[in-house]
C-alpha cells in the first residue's frame, strides 16, 4: 500500500547535496543538447526546489568549500569539452561557418604577413590601416607550410580552453589546493560554458583579441610578482593584437590604485591612455594616410536602456560581484567602457566577439573576490534572505545559458553537398593559383592570395563586379547552397551576372558557379 508519509519522510531526509545531482544532471543535458533547447531546465528545476527546501525552510548552512568537488570526474569532463571544441573549430570550416570577415580578413594578413607583406587582400589595403594586429606575424611561419585558417581558429579554441590551467597556476600559493581546484573549475565553467558574453565570443569565428585571455591572466600574474621583463614583453604581444587593448593597461593600473599602489599604478595607467590614443588616432591613420576608414561611432548617451541591460547581461551571471567590490571589479572597467562608448550595438550586445577582453577581466576580479573575501561571502550565504537572492540569481543564470557546445558540435558537422563543394574549389584554387577572384563571403577563407576580393550586393539587387587596383577581377565564385553575407538575394545576383556581357559563366563545376571575365 503506497504511503505518503514515508516519501515525504525519505524527501525530508535528502542531503542538500541532491540538489547538485540534480544541477549535474540539467548541466549534462544541456551540454549534450538533447530534448531541445530547453530540457535542461527540468531537472534544474527539481535541484532548486531541493535547495529552496534546505536553504529556507530548513535553514541549513551552505558550504562553501570544494569537498563535494570530484577531481577526476571534472578532469574527464574538461577532456571531453577539449575533444568537442577542437572537432567543432575543425568541421566549421568545411561546413562554410566561416567567412571573410573576420576570419578568412585576418587569415588574409597572416597570409601577407608570411610574404613579408603588410596587406590585407580581401581590403585592399595595408593590414595595419584595419586594425593593429602586428602580434598575427606570429603565425606566419605556419603559414610556410600551408597556408589555411585552421592556424587562427585553432589557436583561438586552445586560447580558450587553456584558460583554467592558466588560472590554476595563477592562484598557486593564493589559497588551499582544494579551494584553488575549485575556483579554476569554476573559472573555466563559465569561461567555456555558462558566461555567455564569454561563450558568444569564444563562439565567434575568430577575432585576434580571442588569442588574449591567457595571455591577460599570465601578464597579471607577472605584474602581482613585480616580473617587468616578462611583463613587458607578454603586454607588448597583447597590444599587437588590436588597438585597443591598451584597455587591458588602463585595468591593471586601476587595480594598483584601488589597492592604494599609487605610484606603480599611476605609472601603468598612463602607458595604457598613451599607447591606446597613439594605436587609435596617430599609428593606424598614418597607414591610411590620414583618411577616414571603417564605421566606427563614438556614441556614449545612444540607446541608454539598451546598454542598461548589457551591464545587467554582464554581471547577473557574476552576482554583481565585480560591482560589490568595485576595487577588484575595476580591472574590467576600461575594456567595458569601451563597449558602452560605442554607437554600434553589437558591441553591447553579448552577441559577438567584444567582450572577449572584458569577461576575462570580470572572471579575474571575481576569483580574486572569492579568495580575499571568502570569508564575508561565506557569512552572506549564512543569511537568510541572500540565500532567497541566490536562488533567483540561480533562475536568471539558467534563463541565460548560450548554446551548448554538442549543439554547436552538431551544427557544424558538413554534408555531403558542402563536402562536393569544398572539393571543386580545392580543385579551382589548384588551377588557378594566380588568376584575380571576387569571391563569396563563405568561400573566400578557403582561398589564400593577394589578389583577392569580396563579392557584394547593392541595395538595388545589383551585383557590380569588383576590381582590384582598377582592373576587373578574371574569376567570380559563388554558391547559392552556402552563406552569402553582403549578398542578400544571390538568386537575382547570378542573375545580373548572367546578363552581364562582360564575365562568361563556366560549365566545368556542379555545385561551384564560376564567372571568367570575357576580356582575359
Known sequence: MFRA???????????????YIWFWISLIIWMLGIGGPDLYALPALIGLILLFRELIINDDPLPFNSTSLNHSIVKIFYVLLILMVLVKTLLSLYSFRWNIYDVGSYSSVVFNFSNGLNFNSFLQIPSTADHFTVSLAVFAPLYW???????????KALSYLSVP?????????????????????LFGLWMLMLYKPAVRSSFFEFSPSALAPPF???????????????FAITMLFLLGLKEHMGVILIGFGLFRISQKNYRTGLIITFLGLSITYLMIFHIMPFF?????????????????????????????????????????????LPAIGVNLLSGRPGMYSTGFHYDDISSTLLLMSCALILIEKRIIIADWLGRKWLKGVLIFWIIGVLAQLPESPSRKLRYALPNSSHLNLLEEIWSFDKRHPNDSLAVQSTIGPHIHRQNITI???????????????????????????????????IEKCIKYLEDNSLY?????????IVY???TH
Not at 508519509?5 to 540538489?19: G, H, R, Y
Not at 590551467?165 to 581546484?181: A, E, G, P, Q, S
Open 288 to 332: 591610411r594616410d590620414y583618411q577616414a576608414f571603417g564605421n566606427t561611432q563614438i556614441a556614449p548617451f545612444q540607446d541608454l536602456p539598451g546598454k542598461a541591460y548589457y551591464l545587467i547581461k554582464l554581471l547577473w551571471p557574476l552576482g554583481f560581484l565585480p560591482l560589490v567590490f568595485w576595487r577588484y571589479g575595476i580591472l574590467a
Open 504 to 512: 562568361n559563366r563556366l560549365n566545368k563545376f556542379k555545385h561551384l
Open 5 to 19: 508519509d514515508l516519501v515525504i519522510n525519505k524527501l525530508k531526509n535528502l542531503s542538500w547535496k541532491t540538489s
Open 145 to 155: 607550410i600551408v597556408a589555411t585558417v585552421h592556424w587562427l581558429t585553432f589557436a
Open 455 to 489: 563579392m557584394t550586393q547593392q541595395q538595388t539587387g545589383e551585383c557590380s563586379p569588383p576590381k582590384i587596383n582598377g582592373s576587373p577581377v578574371k574569376y567570380i565564385l559563388l554558391s547559392p547552397d552556402v552563406g552569402h553575407y553582403l549578398i542578400n538575394d
Open 165 to 185: 590551467l592558466v588560472v590554476f597556476i595563477w592562484l598557486k600559493n593564493k589559497t588551499d589546493n582544494n579551494y584553488r581546484f575549485l575556483i579554476s573549475f
Open 516 to 518: 571568367e571575365h570575357s
Open 216 to 230: 591577460i591572466i599570465l601578464s597579471f600574474l607577472l605584474m602581482q610578482k613585480s616580473r617587468w621583463f616578462l
